[in-house]
């Protein structure tokens, strides 16, 4: 430590007896060794840390445009939740009371039974900030999202829900997926309709900063 403020001292000293320009030397030496021995940071360092991922689940396509245009807006990485089992067009029919949406719904536990190919997203603990997007069934998120939200700890993250539907707002739904997970900082979420624009998306990712 001796050693080291003699140097800083002796750094000093040359810019003090130097001209102009060897002690603009001199100056430029000591502070750059005062930034390695505090260690230095700039507003690209903050910003290379700063990581967002965009998580979908997406029956028909809609919520796949919307959450594509977000990981373009915000830089994010995507990352798609598919069943095991995809939802063929018959099963996604609410008018029909055998079809597979019309049994899961009267079923909590045919929504658990459904089973993602994967909720383990690489490299998890380096994001801060992950957007959540479902399509509304009859009210709620899509319960195919919720294996991956009870899977996964979100401690330290900020999560913003999304989602798509024709006519329903977002409702609760970004609250009760909340209360599921138990842990991150989940913001108030925000409805797009089936056919939103890739302008009206980017506007909502500015504005969240």
């Given at each position: 430590m001796?050693?080291?403020?003699a140097?800083?001292l002796?750094?000093?000293?040359?810019a003090v007896?130097?001209?102009?320009?060897?002690?603009f030397?001199?100056?430029?030496?000591?502070?750059?060794l005062?930034?390695?021995?505090?260690?230095?940071?700039?507003?690209?360092d903050?910003?290379?840390?700063?990581?967002?991922l965009?998580?979908?689940f997406s029956a028909?396509?809609?919520?796949?445009a919307?959450?594509?245009y977000i990981?373009?807006?915000?830089?994010?990485?995507?990352?798609?939740?598919?069943?095991?089992?995809p939802?063929a067009?018959?099963?996604l029919?609410?008018?029909?009371?055998?079809?597979?949406?019309?049994?899961?719904?009267?079923?909590?536990?045919?929504?658990?039974?459904?089973?993602?190919?994967?909720?383990?997203?690489?490299?998890w603990?380096?994001?801060?900030?992950?957007y959540?997007g479902?399509?509304i069934?009859?009210?709620?998120?899509?319960?195919?999202v919720?294996s991956?939200?009870?899977g996964?700890?979100?401690?330290g993250?900020?999560v913003?829900?999304f989602?798509t539907s024709?006519?329903?707002d977002?409702?609760?739904s970004g609250?009760?997926l909340?209360q599921?997970a138990?842990?991150?900082e989940?913001?108030?979420?925000?409805?797009?309709?089936?056919?939103?624009?890739?302008?009206?998306?980017?506007?909502?990712?500015?504005?969240?900063?």
């Amino acid at each position: 430590m001796k050693r080291i403020l003699a140097l800083l001292l002796a750094l000093s000293m040359c810019a003090v007896q130097a001209d102009n320009e060897h002690a603009f030397i001199c100056l430029l030496l000591a502070g750059a060794l005062l930034c390695t021995l505090t260690g230095c940071s700039t507003a690209a360092d903050g910003q290379a840390k700063h990581k967002s991922l965009v998580v979908y689940f997406s029956a028909t396509g809609n919520t796949k445009a919307v959450a594509q245009y977000i990981a373009d807006a915000a830089k994010a990485t995507l990352f798609e939740l598919t069943p095991e089992q995809p939802y063929a067009e018959g099963d996604l029919d609410w008018n029909n009371p055998d079809s597979r949406v019309s049994a899961e719904l009267a079923s909590e536990e045919a929504q658990n039974a459904v089973v993602l190919t994967n909720i383990s997203v690489g490299d998890w603990e380096s994001y801060d900030t992950v957007y959540l997007g479902y399509p509304i069934w009859t009210g709620v998120a899509a319960w195919p999202v919720n294996s991956f939200v009870k899977g996964n700890d979100f401690t330290g993250k900020t999560v913003i829900p999304f989602c798509t539907s024709a006519t329903s707002d977002i409702g609760e739904s970004g609250k009760l997926l909340a209360q599921m997970a138990g842990t991150g900082e989940w913001l108030d979420g925000k409805r797009f309709a089936a056919s939103a624009s890739r302008e009206s998306v980017e506007s909502w990712v500015k504005q969240l900063g």
